[in-house]
């Protein structure tokens, strides 16, 4: 029985020293834990895609440009001491526009969102951007090469004009590890070999070649506008002798002819500059009217040379309007699978070919000339 003067305890009454048990609201269950770092990770690695770039640069379709018109409201090409003819259609020159190398490197999302797009691809920064070579060291070069290659072309236009064209061959560039790298210089006209002239860079190259590897060779040189003689040791390269230079051309044309390009390097822009020259300086327009693009190197001799990043330059070409690509026979192993819908492509391997292919275009002959197969 219970006394009526005791109170009965309350429920739940905990024993002596002991407190409430009560779960703590702020406390992650284990679950929770593992889903949270992970979701730090996650951002950890997104953050560090995007801060940590890759030895990959990626090749997009870069723009078209009309050489037969204007850049930044000044004529792509200029005579001076010869009459010009108007021209119409376009001559369309082709670029790539390069993202990544050692001055921005792109980044992993930049290289998956290149793999999944048919336009660009992906490769090596080696091949462009070689180690130890800065990217400014790679904007002179490419600067280079974009001039000496509207040279070429003015030479090639002219000759086939029939003009005079007086080519001098000179050192373009000197190998630091050349046995006699000390003694020439560059810029050094190359007159004789061995005291008999040479008229070209296959000249000089072949009259070296007659020395055995480590023999001298005498190099009559035209240095500041003074004669020098310069006795230069050979080494072996490919079987051959060589005196470690690089070997350049320097023009004498009867006409002044100015190419103004804008920022664009590389020597890939010969083929077209030689047929714009071509057109500026004979009567009647080349292209009937057409638009036509294309690409490729020319050397003095007329020859077409290959290019880089040709899949996105026919995307370029197509983008821009062009009906027709010329495209150098070297590429068309690149060109086959690879051509957009509505732009026909025609193989040419020199200067006439090429011009002949415009000519026929014009005339509205293209369906017969040569393509890119398997």
């Not at 921005?104 to 462009?128: F, H, K, M, Q």
């Amino acid at each position: 029985m219970t006394s009526p003067f005791q109170q009965p305890s309350p429920p739940d009454q905990l024993a002596p020293g002991q407190g409430p048990v009560v779960e703590d609201p702020y406390r992650l269950s284990r679950r929770s834990t593992v889903a949270l770092v992970g979701v730090f990770l996650l951002i950890a690695l997104g953050a560090l895609s995007v801060m940590i770039g890759l030895p990959y640069v990626i090749m997009k379709p870069g723009p078209v440009t009309n050489t037969l018109g204007t850049l930044d409201g000044k004529p792509l090409i200029t005579v001076s001491g010869a009459p010009t003819y108007p021209t119409q259609g376009a001559l369309d020159f082709t670029t790539v526009r390069i993202a990544g190398g050692p001055g921005s490197r792109v980044t992993v999302w930049d290289v998956l969102e290149a793999a999944i797009n048919p336009d660009e691809a992906v490769v090596d920064e080696g091949l462009y951007f070689p180690t130890g070579v800065t990217d400014k060291q790679v904007q002179e070069e490419s600067t280079a090469e974009m001039v000496d290659s509207q040279q070429e072309a003015v030479a090639v236009a002219l000759k086939a004009l029939g003009k005079k064209v007086i080519e001098h061959v000179v050192i373009g560039a000197v190998a630091k590890d050349a046995p006699s790298a000390a003694l020439l210089k560059n810029g050094d006209e190359i007159v004789t070999i061995d005291g008999k002239r040479v008229a070209d860079s296959n000249a000089v190259r072949a009259a070296v070649s007659l020395h055995k590897p480590g023999e001298t060779v005498a190099l009559g040189l035209v240095r500041d506008g003074k004669p020098v003689t310069v006795s230069a040791k050979t080494r072996a390269a490919d079987g051959r002798a060589t005196v470690g230079v690089f070997l350049g051309i320097r023009f004498e044309f009867p006409i002044d002819v100015k190419i103004n390009a804008g920022n664009v390097g590389g020597p890939s822009a010969g083929t077209m500059f030689s047929l714009a020259v071509y057109d500026t300086l004979t009567p009647g327009p080349l292209t009937g009217g057409q638009k036509i693009a294309g690409t490729g190197t020319m050397d003095a001799e007329g020859q077409v040379g290959p290019i880089g990043g040709i899949q996105q330059k026919l995307v370029g070409a197509h983008d821009g309007g062009a009906a027709w690509f010329l495209a150098p026979a070297a590429n068309c192993d690149e060109v086959v699978g690879h051509v957009p819908d509505g732009l026909r492509v025609v193989r040419i391997s020199t200067f006439a070919e090429a011009k002949s292919a415009v000519e026929a275009i014009a005339d509205r002959r293209g369906g017969s000339l040569p393509t890119c197969t398997k």
